[in-house]
């Protein structure tokens, strides 16, 4: 049975942040009872294999929900088919003062600007050793706020070594709107300058360890179809294994005179969701066959889902459309996803 649509009316009482928090809460407890194993059997396989990784289903769940790396369990329970952790910078930090999260009911959205708040990369590694691993896991990396932007790559050059043994694949975050000119490395000789830093880097692991992590590259849905072309090349030129399409946008026009739209910050759910799919399929278009795409944004059923996997995506996350929709969603997504292959 699902209780969500029961839980949500009381959860939608509470602010944000303390709902989120309730209902990981929530989450952790219930993955010590059958209902947990009732619902991870429950969604259907669909086994892929992408980035040289086997995922049981081709639904994840997009960074931003656990930032700590503290409820791998809970979350473990919905039937992902992989996880994403973070964003988690060097240092822990704050984040943004609160209000920072506002719900947009009526557009199904949200606006947050969290600012990646974080307890850091070392007790997240903690939190990750103590966990169970089901399935692929994910981890999402960024810069400290007060780390210039000229010395961002030191950031995720850190970032990447510490978790390298942990990590079955890193997302480097340079497309949040909440972390001041995080997004002037998206484009030119500083996008490429990034790239090659991460390059080097990962082959020093790589060395070192035996082992290649996956690095993927989180964009923004704000990027002008111009950009692409150049985007591309920098991606396949420096060994990128993956790029996500889309981050939030900070956009306005589909929510423009709703109750809270012109809060400052990145704008998710199904307002980004046509945005998104256009640029996972200007990206198909030019980059190799063999490259992947993982897609997000807007994704609330499984026709939403299905789009982005009609585009050129291979796999698919959520978010925002959990908060609305509950674990069915991952559900009803993994079925539309496992009918479409067969």
């Given at each position: 049975m699902d209780l969500y649509p029961f839980l949500r009316p009381l959860l939608f009482r509470l602010d944000p942040e303390t709902a989120h928090r309730v209902t990981l809460t929530l989450l952790d407890l219930a993955a010590r009872t059958p209902w947990c194993g009732m619902q991870r059997r429950g969604v259907p396989a669909d086994p892929t294999t992408v980035m040289g990784l086997d995922f049981p289903n081709r639904v994840g769940l997009a960074a931003g929900l656990d930032k700590n790396a503290a409820h791998i369990a809970g979350l473990s329970c919905l039937g992902f088919g992989f996880l994403e952790v973070g964003t988690l910078t060097p240092r822990a930090q704050p984040g943004n003062p609160a209000p920072r999260l506002f719900r947009l009911t009526d557009a199904e959205a949200l606006i947050n600007r969290m600012g990646f708040n974080n307890d850091g990369i070392e007790s997240a590694l903690a939190n990750i050793a103590a966990a169970p691993r089901t399935v692929p896991l994910g981890i999402n990396l960024g810069k400290n706020f007060d780390t210039p932007i000229e010395a961002a790559l030191?950031?995720?050059?850190?970032?990447?070594?510490?978790?390298?043994?942990?990590?079955?694949?890193?997302?480097?975050?340079?497309?949040?709107?909440?972390?001041?000119?995080?997004?002037?490395?998206?484009?030119?000789?500083?996008?490429?300058?990034?790239?090659?830093?991460?390059?080097?880097?990962?082959?020093?692991?790589?060395?070192?360890?035996?082992?290649?992590?996956?690095?993927?590259?989180?964009?923004?849905?704000?990027?002008?179809?111009?950009?692409?072309?150049?985007?591309?090349?920098?991606?396949?030129?420096?060994?990128?294994?993956?790029?996500?399409?889309?981050?939030?946008?900070?956009?306005?026009?589909?929510?423009?005179?709703?109750?809270?739209?012109?809060?400052?910050?990145?704008?998710?759910?199904?307002?980004?969701?046509?945005?998104?799919?256009?640029?996972?399929?200007?990206?198909?278009?030019?980059?190799?066959?063999?490259?992947?795409?993982?897609?997000?944004?807007?994704?609330?059923?499984?026709?939403?889902?299905?789009?982005?996997?009609?585009?050129?995506?291979?796999?698919?996350?959520?978010?925002?459309?959990?908060?609305?929709?509950?674990?069915?969603?991952?559900?009803?997504?993994?079925?539309?996803?496992?009918?479409?292959?067969?």
């Open positions: 030191d950031d995720y050059r850190a970032g990447l070594a510490a978790v390298y043994d942990q990590a079955d694949y890193v997302t480097i975050n340079i497309s949040s709107p909440n972390t001041a000119n995080l997004r002037n490395l998206q484009g030119g000789e500083a996008f490429t300058a990034l790239l090659a830093g991460l390059a080097e880097e990962r082959e020093r692991l790589r060395d070192e360890s035996g082992r290649h992590v996956p690095l993927a590259i989180k964009i923004a849905p704000d990027i002008e179809d111009e950009e692409f072309p150049a985007l591309v090349d920098a991606l396949v030129a420096h060994g990128i294994d993956a790029v996500i399409a889309t981050n939030t946008t900070i956009g306005r026009p589909l929510v423009s005179g709703l109750p809270q739209a012109d809060e400052a910050g990145g704008l998710s759910g199904r307002p980004v969701r046509g945005r998104s799919t256009e640029v996972i399929a200007a990206l198909r278009e030019r980059l190799p066959d063999d490259f992947p795409i993982i897609g997000v944004g807007g994704i609330d059923s499984g026709e939403a889902a299905l789009e982005k996997i009609r585009a050129g995506a291979d796999l698919v996350q959520v978010y925002t459309g959990l908060i609305y929709r509950g674990p069915q969603l991952v559900r009803d997504v993994a079925r539309s996803l496992a009918d479409s292959a067969d």
